[in-house]
C-alpha cells in the first residue's frame, strides 16, 4: 500500500448511543462540516481508509462501526431494523453536536443513509449513495437470514483467517496488502481460534425498510456512485434511484464492482470531492 491510511491517524473512539458502545474513527477539525462514513453489511470503519484521509484538512470526518460491527457493540437482543441503524446516527449527531452532516453510505450503509436522510431531512446537508439499493429483494433477504443462522466460522490462526477472507459479492480489483489490511481489522480472537468482528444477526435478523417510497422526501443534494461492474446496484436501477430522489446526480466508476471504494478508491474520492466542492 502505497499511500497513507486514515487509521494510521485517525482518532479512535467509543461512544454509548442509545445502549450501545458506538466505536468510530474521527479525524480533521471539530467545528468543521461533518461527514459520516457508513460502511456496508459485515464490513467496518476502515472500509473508507483510503477516501478519509482527502478530507480531513477541510471537514470533521467520521467513520462509524454501526451497531453490530466492527468494534461497536452487539445488540442483545438483537436489533438490527433500519429504524435502529438510523435512531443510532440521529443521537450519535446530538452527542457530537452536529446540527448537521453530510452523510455517506455504501451497501446496507447507503441504504441507511438515503434512509436517514428521508426520515430527517434537517439533520442532512449532503447524502452520498454508493452502489446501494433501496430495497432487498425478497430472495435475497431469505438468503441473509438463513446465512446470519449459521453458526460462525473460528479459523485456527491469524494467518489462515486473512487468507479465507472474502468479499461478497467476491469480484473486486482491490489490491491484496489493503485486503489483508482489512481482514486484519475486521477479526478478533473467537471460540478458541479467529473470527470476523461482526454480529451474524446483523444478517439473520436485519429488517430493511423498502426505501422506494421514502426517496422522493429527500431534500440533501445528492450523489449516487454505481460501479460500472457491479451486479448489486445495475444501470437500470441507478437510473430509476437517480430520477426518485429530487436533486441527485449519478456517477458511474468504470472497472469497478460493487466494493468500488476499495477497486478504484482514487476515482471514487475524485468523483465526492468534485460532488462536495461544488455544493
Not at 474513527?25 to 478519509?52: I, M, N
Not at 436489533?79 to 446516527?89: E, I, R, S, V
Not at 459479492?169 to 468482528?197: C, D, S, V, Y
Request: charged share 20%.
Amino acid at each position: 500500500m502505497t499511500s497513507a491510511l486514515a487509521c494510521e491517524t485517525a482518532r479512535s473512539r467509543t461512544l454509548e448511543v442509545r445502549g450501545l458502545r458506538l466505536h468510530f474513527l474521527e479525524s480533521g477539525r471539530p467545528g468543521a462540516p461533518a461527514l459520516c462514513f457508513l460502511h456496508g453489511g459485515a464490513a467496518h470503519a476502515h472500509w473508507f481508509d483510503k477516501v478519509t484521509p482527502a478530507f480531513a484538512d477541510r471537514f470533521h470526518v467520521l467513520s462509524l462501526d454501526q451497531r453490530g460491527h466492527g468494534e461497536s457493540q452487539w445488540a442483545e437482543p438483537p436489533a438490527y431494523g433500519t429504524q435502529d441503524f438510523t435512531g443510532d446516527l440521529l443521537e450519535l449527531m446530538d452527542r457530537l453536536g452536529w446540527a448537521r452532516m453530510t452523510v455517506i453510505g455504501h451497501s446496507m450503509g447507503g441504504h441507511n443513509a438515503m434512509t436517514f436522510a428521508a426520515w430527517h431531512p434537517e439533520r442532512v446537508s449532503a447524502l452520498v449513495i454508493i452502489d446501494s439499493r433501496p430495497a432487498i429483494p425478497a430472495e435475497r433477504l431469505q438468503f441473509m437470514h438463513a446465512r446470519g443462522r449459521r453458526m460462525p466460522r473460528a479459523h485456527p490462526t491469524e494467518e489462515a483467517a486473512i487468507q479465507a477472507f472474502r468479499l461478497l459479492p467476491r469480484e473486486t480489483f482491490a489490491e491484496p496488502a489493503f485486503m489483508a489490511h482489512l481482514a486484519r481489522a475486521g477479526m478478533t480472537g473467537r471460540n478458541g481460534g479467529w473470527g470476523w468482528r461482526f454480529d451474524p444477526a446483523t444478517h439473520g435478523n436485519r429488517q430493511p425498510v423498502d426505501a422506494w417510497p421514502l426517496l422522493g422526501r429527500i431534500t440533501a443534494p445528492t450523489l449516487i456512485v454505481r460501479g460500472g461492474l457491479s451486479p448489486v446496484l445495475t444501470a437500470e436501477m441507478a437510473d430509476r434511484l437517480r430520477a426518485s430522489v429530487p436533486r441527485s446526480t449519478l456517477v458511474t466508476i468504470p472497472q469497478a464492482y460493487h466494493h468500488l471504494t476499495l477497486d478504484r478508491p482514487t476515482q471514487f474520492t475524485a468523483a465526492l470531492d468534485n460532488f462536495l466542492t461544488t455544493l
